[in-house]
């Protein structure tokens, strides 16, 4: 999105109206902060994926932070990150991990939302996961995919979704 942005304000800047000057370096303004948080994001997704190396781990870590609720909120993925060594310094980078981990758009991040972007493994086992990318062995080769959006694909349900495979 920011990509998209920073190419808006350039567009913008490129008329010879002064009038819109101002909003082509809005534009690129909010360009250059949406590429810093995407990349703040990506170093705290990185952190818990070091600090967090397989399913089981996931699992527990999650276990530990909600104790009975079934899913994290705001202040429970802020838990959940700095009991696994990642301190999100600024709010807006807690807001941004919480819309990326959300595949459900509820505002709360489960289990099985965790386990999709953290995770190494299907929770029905089926296929291998590597942070919304797949892994699918066809005909004793590993082909990758990528999920769409649509509800991240009912997390695997039926008539999931994928973008054409890729031959590693």
């Known amino acids: 999105r920011g990509v998209l942005y920073l190419l808006a304000g350039t567009a913008i800047l490129s008329e010879t109206s002064w009038l819109l000057k ?4 809005l534009l690129m303004l909010l360009g250059v902060v949406n590429v810093l948080i995407g990349f703040s994001v990506r170093q705290m997704l990185a952190q818990l994926r070091r600090e967090l190396p397989n399913d089981a781990a996931i699992s527990t870590a999650f276990h530990e932070v909600v104790q009975g609720n079934r899913a994290l909120g705001m202040f ?5 990150c700095q009991a696994n060594g990642v301190k999100p310094r600024f709010k807006f980078q807690q807001v941004a991990l919480l819309g990326l981990l959300d595949l459900d758009r509820d505002g709360l991040v489960s289990e099985m939302e965790l386990l999709f972007w953290l995770g190494t493994k299907d929770p029905n086992g089926d296929v291998e996961l590597h942070g919304g990318h797949l892994s699918l062995p066809w005909k004793g080769e590993h082909f990758t995919c990528r999920l769409d959006t649509a509800k991240q694909a009912e997390l695997l349900g039926e008539g999931h979704l994928l973008t054409p495979c890729l031959h590693p």
């Open 76 to 80: 429970g993925l802020h838990l959940f």
């Open 22 to 25: 101002p909003f082509g370096y």
